[in-house]
């Protein structure tokens, strides 16, 4: 019996070793770096060096791979390689879910269904109609994504009576302007480029889709760190604080970051809600993509997951 009581508390201490070994802090936390399309709270974090201050007190470094795919970000926390994707397309986290990946919701990033659009030259499609047969290039599996399918749905077409090219935004650019595409899917300082150049946008997000970026992070990394994801989150919170208290000097970074006009960043800015506290009608929009996604083709249905119950971690209705 003293034996048995012996293995056991032995047992109890490794069982508690290993514990307390899995919850200790990391050396380096690793969060992505994602500018595009105006991502302010983030350029002033790390203008500031807000999560150097913050986590360099706990003994942590900070790394920031810049993936702004959100495809390649969930990926990557597939593989271990990243902690948080700072800025996520809601629509990515739901693929990357409902496709096995332990991914969680911890907030929101922002809303902004104004800022993403359908470009075209001023001799280009007039219409939504006129985009059949047309060459159109963007980012597949994001936001723009998205917008284009529900574009094309609105106008009784889908992706097939297009030819859909996968390009990045810059890329998707100047082959817009050079005459190479029909349309591009575009957002931020990509859409100013051309309209400066002489384009113009058939359409916006707004009464199309629902986009709502949030903050991610691996499943492992919550539930091993509760703390550090606590002290990330506050973290943006600063960021979010600065841009309220000193907007001038928070629209300048990010202008110099993004190589824009102040006048121009003024004009993006109120495209955005950076509002991090998730609510019951992002939850819905959530749903509502998924369900776009499933009627488009993008997800099939027998991999729809609970929003709110599979995808969403407690912290993210608590973020301040």
Known sequence: MKSFTRLALAAAFV?????????????????????????????????????????GA??????????????????????????????????S?????????????????????????????????????????????GPKGTTLHQLLAAALASAGLTINDVEYINMDLPAARAALISGDIDVATLAGNNAIAVEKAGGKTLVT????????????????????????????????????????ERPDEALKIAADEQKISIDDAKAQLPLYDFTPTLTDADIANLQADQSFMIDNGMLPKDRAIDIRKDLVAPVAFAAK
């Open 93 to 137: 986290a739901i693929l990357a879910k409902a496709n096995g990946v332990d991914v969680r919701i911890i907030a929101v990033y922002s809303r902004s269904p104004k800022a993403f659009a359908l470009m075209t030259r001023v001799d280009g499609p007039a219409t939504l109609a006129d985009l059949k047969g047309k060459k159109i290039a």
């Open 58 to 91: 706990r003994g942590i470094k900070i790394e920031r791979p810049e993936i702004t795919s959100g495809a390649k970000q969930t990926e990557a926390i597939a593989a271990g390689a990243i902690d948080v994707a700072s800025v996520l397309g809601g629509a």
């Open 15 to 55: 069982a508690g070793t290993l514990s307390s070994a899995l919850a200790a802090d990391p050396e380096t936390l690793r969060v992505t770096y994602v500018t595009a399309p105006f991502n302010v709270p983030s350029i002033v974090e790390k203008h500031e060096g807000i999560l150097e201050a913050d986590f």
């Open 205 to 244: 997000g707004d009464g199309l889709i629902h986009p709502t970026t949030v903050i991610a992070a691996s499943g492992t990394f919550i539930d091993a760190h509760p703390d550090l994801v606590d002290a990330y989150l506050a973290a943006h919170r600063k960021s979010l604080d600065f841009m309220a």
